[in-house]
């Protein structure tokens, strides 16, 4: 020793540890390799003590397959109740996810249980995610059962990412009850906006409305829920859809209110809201709409020009709309298909056959793509125009080239071959469309039955199918047509048969009050102008005079409620046949059967049937009610008809132009023209409009009433509005000239017809013939003057 010190000093004791280090190596090493080898059979019995650590070790060893550790966790904790950690629990049901082996885990999650242990939500989410990645939504229901059951902490952000991903593999109906119990729970972790907003488009693309609504009243009443923009669009966009224009107008007024920064009316909006108001008819109030959009700081898109043209082209205001589509070209956009499409086929309506075959050149030449829709409104509009042999070589070239060709563009052919009663011909074609593979669906059967039964050749029915193999549709409608001859030739109660099937209240001349009354029930519409007129002065001060839209400001002020509204007009024109499945198919073929009867005049029969099959729960639409009035009022029943129209109005049924066109023919035949003035009137305020048929009944209308001067002036509409006159409107023109002694005028509209190359038929000679008559009359009387005046 030196200095005080030893001379050599003693090494700390690290034998122990080392040796316990390198033991749990050689233990973790052993395992794997025994594991790896033959499973766990082999393994040592009972156990060597394993910490967690050394579990994790084991567990986490990359050499070590899945299956593996799987049977390994499996065997220490069943056979040898060892207990794991979270953190053990937490790794193996990680690797039974990113292996693929998901039928394990309900067997993992009941270990887990019976030990008590809980993961960390990280955990849960990665196995709702690798359910939902498989599709196997029930175990991934299942799980957030479990951990509500363990008392787990479920992040907001676990619910958002399942929400999303059910709505997104169509599971709506999970989604749906995953939300609602949530909302139900008064639990402040609601799903985020985007959740949220991902459900309400699924539900308005599945067209469930009362499931829409409840989630939209249920989100509205929950105080941790704030809705964005994107979500007051897509309300707005689905409640204008399904005509409530009452709660899309508010909710755009409450965005406005709000004036937030994070929610305000942006251009998706105005779109939403010009859709709208296109659909329930108010093109005057889109198009306001419209030019203050372009004032407000928003310019319009592709997409609000499509919108325009469309709803301008449905109610035939093809003059406004072609001005639309050269500003839109103007402005540096270019129209895709979809908009060639609807004023290619609004040209056609309003009987401008050139311009619609120029418009479908122009699209070529462009290099805008024609689809087969496009080949169908083009074939479909030189049928309805007098143009059946340019229409048959498009469809056959068609053919030939193999393209652009569907089962549409074949029921459109048949229908044409059946109108000229070339039935064999019909007959072939559905031959020919089957054995290319399209299905022969209601549309076209309807087609051909009504074209057999109006040339009374039910013995065809053989040869139907024979022609239609494919299928049990054709089958179906036969034996649906059975059943319904023995149900009408079944005994009726006298008290039913003494029963009117439709009770009329009042005269059919009290349609305005109809009308009217029907326009006051409707719920969320806007106030008519009187009343707007009324009020101006005290809703003048509730308008912000600097606002970017004044006009859709006063719409939404002018609301009375915000309660589902009830179409009271339909753009779309009620169609015999719905064609959405066997959903509908009872009343299509009521419909169809309704139009074979009444074909024939059989009206008794036709209103039986109406009868049996409403008694039977199978609810009438626009078209039926519309079979049944035309067939009243040509028979001169109009207090039958006026029934029917009151039904339609206790049924919530909405008219269309159809009906309109039945209610002013009714009331020329009655001599109340001045009422036709008046209901033509409201229809307009109402968003309706006019086309050819509904032109052509008020000239004829207002011509036997002697109102000549109105019967110009609404000429002079049709021809500024855009539609051009078809062989029925100068047929009329020149017979109510001509009875009225107008004959320069009624020879005027005669040169005018020839001039526009509107082709003559067979009621264009009769009239001609009684406008001879009437001159040769008006000179023999010229010449009995002139004489008399000389013999004085």
Same mark, same amino acid.
């Given at each position: 020793?030196?200095?005080?010190?030893?001379l050599?000093?003693?090494?700390?004791?690290i034998?122990?540890?080392?040796?316990?280090?390198?033991?749990?190596?050689?233990?973790?090493?052993?395992?794997?390799?025994?594991?790896?080898?033959?499973?766990?059979?082999?393994?040592?019995?009972?156990?060597?003590?394993?910490?967690?650590?050394?579990?994790?070790?084991?567990?986490?060893?990359?050499?070590l397959h899945?299956?593996?550790k799987?049977?390994?966790?499996?065997?220490?904790?069943?056979?040898?109740?060892?207990?794991?950690?979270?953190?053990?629990?937490?790794?193996?049901?990680?690797?039974?996810?990113?292996?693929?082996?998901?039928?394990?885990?309900?067997?993992l999650?009941?270990?887990?249980?019976?030990?008590?242990?809980?993961?960390?939500?990280?955990?849960?989410?990665?196995?709702?995610?690798?359910?939902?990645?498989?599709?196997?939504?029930?175990?991934?229901?299942?799980?957030?059962?479990?951990?509500?059951?363990?008392?787990?902490?479920?992040?907001?952000?676990?619910?958002?990412?399942?929400?999303?991903?059910?709505?997104?593999?169509?599971?709506?109906?999970?989604?749906?009850?995953?939300?609602?119990?949530?909302?139900?729970?008064?639990?402040?972790?609601?799903?985020?906006?985007?959740? +949220?907003?991902?459900?309400?488009?699924?539900?308005?693309?599945?067209?469930?409305?009362?499931?829409?609504?409840?989630?939209?009243?249920?989100?509205?009443?929950?105080?941790?829920?704030?809705?964005?923009?994107?979500?007051?669009?897509?309300?707005?966009?689905?409640?204008? +859809?399904?005509?409530?224009?009452?709660t899309?107008?508010?909710?755009?007024?409450?965005?406005?209110?709000?004036?937030?920064?994070? %929610?305000?009316?942006?251009?998706?909006?105005?779109?939403?809201?010009?859709?709208?108001?296109?659909?329930?008819?108010?093109?005057?109030?889109?198009?306001?709409?419209?030019?203050?959009?372009? +004032?407000?700081?928003?310019?319009?898109?592709?997409?609000?020009?499509?919108?325009?043209?469309?709803?301008?082209?449905?109610?035939?205001?093809?003059?406004?709309a072609?001005?639309?589509?050269?500003?839109?070209?103007?402005?540096?956009?270019?129209?895709?298909?979809?908009?060639?499409?609807?004023?290619?086929?609004?040209?056609?309506?309003?009987?401008?056959?050139?311009?619609?075959?120029?418009?479908?050149?122009?699209?070529?030449q462009?290099?805008? @793509?024609?689809?087969?829709?496009?080949?169908?409104?083009?074939?479909?509009?030189?049928?309805?125009?007098?143009?059946?042999?340019?229409?048959?070589?498009?469809?056959?070239?068609?053919?030939?080239?193999?393209?652009?060709?569907?089962?549409?563009?074949?029921?459109? %052919?048949?229908?044409?071959?059946?109108?000229? *009663?070339?039935?064999?011909?019909?007959?072939?074609?559905?031959?020919?469309?089957?054995?290319?593979?399209?299905?022969?669906?209601? %549309?076209?059967?309807?087609?051909?039955?009504?074209?057999?039964?109006?040339?009374?050749?039910?013995?065809?029915t053989?040869?139907?199918?024979?022609?239609?193999?494919? *299928?049990?549709?054709?089958?179906?409608?036969?034996?649906?047509?059975?059943?319904?001859?023995?149900?009408?030739?079944?005994?009726?109660?006298?008290?039913?048969?003494?029963?009117?099937?439709?009770?009329?209240?009042?005269?059919?001349?009290?349609?305005?009050?109809?009308i009217?009354?029907?326009?006051?029930?409707?719920?969320?519409?806007?106030?008519?102008?009187?009343?707007?007129?009324?009020?101006?002065?005290?809703?003048s001060?509730?308008?912000?005079?600097?606002?970017?839209?004044?006009?859709?400001?006063?719409?939404?002020?002018?609301?009375?409620?915000?309660?589902?509204?009830?179409?009271?007009?339909?753009?779309? @024109?009620g169609?015999?046949?719905?064609?959405?499945?066997?959903?509908?198919?009872?009343?299509?073929? %009521?419909?169809?059967?309704l139009?074979?009867?009444?074909?024939?005049?059989?009206?008794?029969?036709?209103?039986?049937?109406f009868?049996?099959?409403?008694?039977a729960?199978?609810?009438?639409?626009?078209?039926?009610?519309?079979?049944?009035?035309?067939?009243?009022v040509?028979?001169?029943?109009?207090?039958?008809?006026?029934?029917?129209?009151?039904?339609?109005?206790?049924?919530?049924?909405?008219?269309?132009?159809?009906?309109?066109?039945?209610?002013?023919?009714?009331?020329?035949?009655?001599?109340?023209?001045?009422?036709?003035?008046s209901?033509?009137?409201?229809?307009?305020?109402?968003?309706?409009?006019?086309?050819?048929?509904?032109?052509?009944?008020?000239?004829?209308?207002?011509?036997?009433?002697?109102?000549?001067?109105e019967v110009?002036?609404?000429?002079?509409?049709?021809?500024?509005?855009?539609?051009?006159?078809?062989?029925?409107?100068?047929?009329?023109?020149?017979?109510?000239?001509?009875?009225?002694?107008?004959?320069?005028?009624?020879?005027?509209?005669?040169?005018?017809?020839?001039?526009?190359?509107?082709?003559?038929?067979?009621?264009?000679?009769?009239?001609?013939?009684?406008?001879?008559?009437?001159?040769?009359?008006?000179?023999?009387?010229?010449?009995?003057?002139?004489?008399?005046?000389?013999?004085?």
């Amino acid at each position: 020793m030196r200095h005080g010190r030893p001379l050599f000093q003693a090494k700390p004791h690290i034998g122990a540890a080392a040796a316990s280090e390198l033991g749990d190596i050689l233990l973790v090493a052993s395992i794997t390799k025994t594991l790896s080898q033959s499973g766990t059979r082999n393994l040592p019995h009972p156990p060597p003590p394993l910490s967690d650590l050394l579990l994790l070790q084991i567990l986490r060893t990359q050499s070590l397959h899945p299956s593996k550790k799987l049977d390994f966790f499996k065997w220490s904790s069943l056979t040898h109740s060892i207990k794991h950690s979270p953190a053990t629990f937490s790794h193996i049901l990680r690797t039974a996810c990113r292996a693929g082996f998901l039928s394990e885990i309900p067997g993992l999650l009941n270990i887990m249980k019976q030990h008590a242990v809980m993961v960390d939500s990280g955990t849960f989410k990665s196995l709702l995610d690798a359910f939902i990645r498989a599709g196997k939504f029930d175990m991934a229901i299942e799980i957030l059962d479990i951990m509500q059951e363990l008392g787990a902490e479920l992040s907001t952000d676990m619910y958002n990412s399942v929400l999303v991903a059910l709505v997104r593999k169509g599971q709506l109906g999970m989604a749906l009850s995953i939300l609602v119990k949530l909302l139900e729970g008064g639990s402040s972790q609601v799903p985020n906006c985007i959740a +949220c907003n991902e459900l309400l488009v699924g539900l308005r693309k599945g067209d469930m409305r009362v499931e829409f609504k409840q989630v939209f009243d249920k989100l509205r009443g929950n105080e941790w829920f704030e809705m964005d923009t994107w979500g007051y669009n897509i309300c707005i966009h689905a409640f204008g +859809c399904w005509g409530d224009l009452g709660t899309s107008l508010s909710l755009f007024k409450e965005m406005k209110d709000l004036n937030s920064d994070s %929610v305000f009316p942006d251009l998706s909006t105005y779109n939403s809201l010009i859709h709208v108001l296109c659909l329930v008819g108010k093109v005057d109030d889109a198009v306001t709409v419209w030019e203050e959009l372009k +004032c407000s700081g928003h310019e319009p898109d592709a997409i609000t020009y499509r919108i325009l043209i469309q709803g301008c082209c449905k109610c035939y205001r093809i003059e406004e709309a072609t001005k639309i589509f050269s500003e839109m070209q103007n402005n540096g956009y270019n129209p895709d298909t979809v908009v060639y499409n609807s004023l290619m086929d609004g040209l056609f309506k309003a009987r401008k056959v050139n311009e619609g075959c120029q418009m479908f050149e122009r699209m070529v030449q462009y290099g805008v @793509r024609a689809s087969t829709w496009t080949y169908n409104i083009l074939i479909d509009g030189l049928f309805r125009n007098a143009r059946a042999e340019a229409a048959y070589t498009i469809f056959c070239d068609l053919k030939k080239k193999g393209q652009f060709v569907d089962g549409v563009t074949y029921s459109i %052919v048949a229908l044409q071959l059946c109108r000229e *009663g070339l039935l064999e011909e019909a007959l072939e074609l559905v031959e020919e469309m089957e054995m290319r593979g399209f299905t022969v669906d209601l %549309v076209t059967i309807s087609t051909l039955m009504i074209g057999l039964y109006k040339h009374s050749r039910w013995d065809w029915t053989d040869k139907l199918m024979k022609r239609i193999r494919d *299928g049990n549709l054709l089958p179906s409608v036969l034996r649906w047509k059975v059943d319904m001859e023995a149900t009408m030739k079944a005994p009726q109660s006298k008290k039913k048969d003494l029963t009117p099937l439709f009770p009329s209240k009042g005269d059919f001349s009290d349609v305005l009050s109809l009308i009217s009354s029907a326009a006051s029930k409707m719920d969320g519409v806007i106030e008519s102008d009187d009343a707007g007129v009324k009020d101006d002065n005290n809703s003048s001060t509730d308008i912000d005079q600097w606002s970017s839209s004044p006009h859709m400001d006063h719409l939404a002020n002018q609301l009375k409620s915000t309660d589902h509204a009830s179409q009271l007009f339909s753009l779309s @024109r009620g169609q015999r046949v719905q064609a959405k499945g066997e959903s509908t198919f009872d009343i299509d073929m %009521v419909n169809t059967f309704l139009s074979l009867f009444l074909a024939k005049g059989k009206l008794s029969i036709a209103c039986k049937l109406f009868e049996i099959f409403s008694d039977a729960g199978a609810n009438p639409v626009s078209y039926t009610y519309n079979s049944i009035l035309s067939s009243f009022v040509k028979k001169g029943y109009f207090n039958e008809a006026w029934g029917v129209l009151s039904e339609m109005g206790e049924k919530v049924c909405p008219t269309d132009i159809a009906t309109y066109n039945m209610i002013i023919q009714g009331l020329g035949k009655m001599g109340r023209a001045d009422l036709a003035s008046s209901v033509l009137d409201k229809l307009m305020k109402q968003g309706g409009y006019l086309d050819v048929v509904m032109y052509n009944t008020l000239i004829n209308a207002l011509g036997k009433a002697n109102r000549i001067d109105e019967v110009n002036k609404l000429f002079k509409q049709m021809k500024s509005s855009g539609i051009n006159p078809d062989v029925v409107t100068f047929n009329t023109l020149i017979e109510v000239h001509s009875k009225a002694g107008r004959l320069k005028d009624a020879y005027k509209f005669l040169k005018m017809m020839l001039d526009s190359g509107c082709t003559p038929n067979h009621v264009t000679d009769t009239t001609l013939d009684f406008l001879g008559k009437e001159i040769e009359k008006s000179r023999y009387q010229k010449a009995s003057f002139v004489r008399n005046k000389d013999d004085s």
